[in-house]
């Protein structure tokens, strides 16, 4: 049981893009978190979609939700990495002492935060650490791979996904903010950035889900590259 005063808050980054079944998924999976001391700052990229639009208007009121935005035209969406351009938006408007980042294809089992808080408290040098993960397919619900990376990492690029991290959002005054110039690899990347200054501690553990399916967020901005 985690006390009052070891209670930090924790901004969930979660970028979105005209997926509907998975957004919703993904909002309820926080909301169902055993630890509770939250903000989501949802960050839609301008989406079109009648169903996600209709997600939107129900969860813009909700008291733990930030919404932002982008209203970007089509022709300029892919001039820079569309989500490593909002979570640089995201990371000021973030009040949590930590940051997690998720996409609209991912969804967190309900233990994750909790876990991942006990781990920062029982380990006080780290300032990083990442879960394992689930990879799924979306149409079947067949499970393609899961990710056990298992070790301290101080070069995590293209060995962490997206969703698994989560670090003390004062690493940011230390590392900077994302880099845009990278359309698919924009958190290998930054992790990259980030596990040079902070090694990246490994909780052993699956805590997430990670869908695979043709209206993520993340196959979509590949597809169109």
Same mark, same amino acid.
């Given at each position: 049981?985690?006390?009052?005063?070891?209670?930090?808050?924790?901004?969930?980054?979660?970028? *979105?893009?005209?997926?509907?079944?998975?957004?919703?998924?993904?909002?309820? *999976?926080? /909301?169902?978190?055993?630890?509770?001391?939250?903000?989501?700052?949802? /960050?839609?990229?301008?989406?079109?979609?009648?169903?996600?639009?209709?997600?939107?208007?129900?969860?813009?009121?909700?008291?733990?939700?930030?919404?932002?935005?982008?209203?970007?035209?089509?022709?300029?969406?892919?001039?820079?990495?569309?989500?490593?351009?909002?979570?640089?938006?995201?990371?000021?408007?973030?009040?949590?002492?930590?940051?997690?980042?998720? =996409?609209?294809?991912?969804?967190?089992?309900?233990?994750?935060?909790?876990?991942?808080?006990?781990?920062?408290?029982?380990?006080?040098?780290?300032?990083? =650490?990442?879960?394992?993960?689930?990879?799924?397919?979306?149409?079947?619900?067949?499970?393609?791979?899961?990710?056990?990376?298992?070790?301290?990492?101080?070069?995590?690029? =293209?060995?962490?996904?997206?969703?698994?991290?989560?670090?003390?959002? *004062? =690493?940011?005054?230390?590392?900077?903010?994302?880099?845009?110039?990278?359309?698919? /690899?924009?958190?290998?990347?930054?992790?990259?950035?980030?596990?040079?200054?902070?090694?990246?501690?490994?909780?052993?553990?699956?805590?997430?889900?990670?869908?695979?399916?043709?209206?993520?967020?993340?196959?979509?901005?590949?597809?169109?590259?």
């Amino acid at each position: 049981m985690i006390l009052p005063f070891e209670n930090p808050k924790i901004s969930i980054l979660l970028t *979105s893009y005209n997926n509907p079944t998975g957004l919703e998924r993904a909002i309820q *999976s926080v /909301l169902n978190q055993t630890y509770q001391n939250f903000e989501i700052i949802l /960050l839609d990229d301008n989406s079109d979609d009648p169903k996600v639009l209709e997600i939107l208007e129900k969860y813009k009121k909700h008291p733990k939700i930030k919404f932002y935005n982008s209203n970007i035209k089509e022709e300029d969406r892919l001039k820079e990495s569309p989500y490593a351009r909002q979570i640089n938006i995201g990371l000021k408007m973030a009040t949590g002492k930590l940051i997690v980042y998720m =996409c609209d294809d991912a969804e967190y089992l309900p233990e994750k935060f909790e876990k991942m808080v006990r781990f920062f408290k029982k380990h006080p040098f780290a300032k990083v =650490c990442y879960n394992q993960q689930k990879q799924i397919e979306e149409n079947t619900g067949r499970i393609i791979r899961i990710l056990k990376p298992d070790r301290i990492l101080r070069d995590p690029f =293209c060995k962490v996904d997206h969703n698994s991290v989560m670090h003390y959002k *004062s =690493c940011i005054d230390k590392v900077g903010n994302w880099e845009t110039f990278a359309l698919k /690899l924009a958190d290998a990347y930054f992790w990259r950035k980030l596990g040079k200054k902070y090694p990246f501690y490994p909780i052993k553990e699956i805590l997430e889900n990670h869908y695979q399916g043709e209206k993520s967020f993340s196959r979509k901005e590949i597809k169109k590259e």
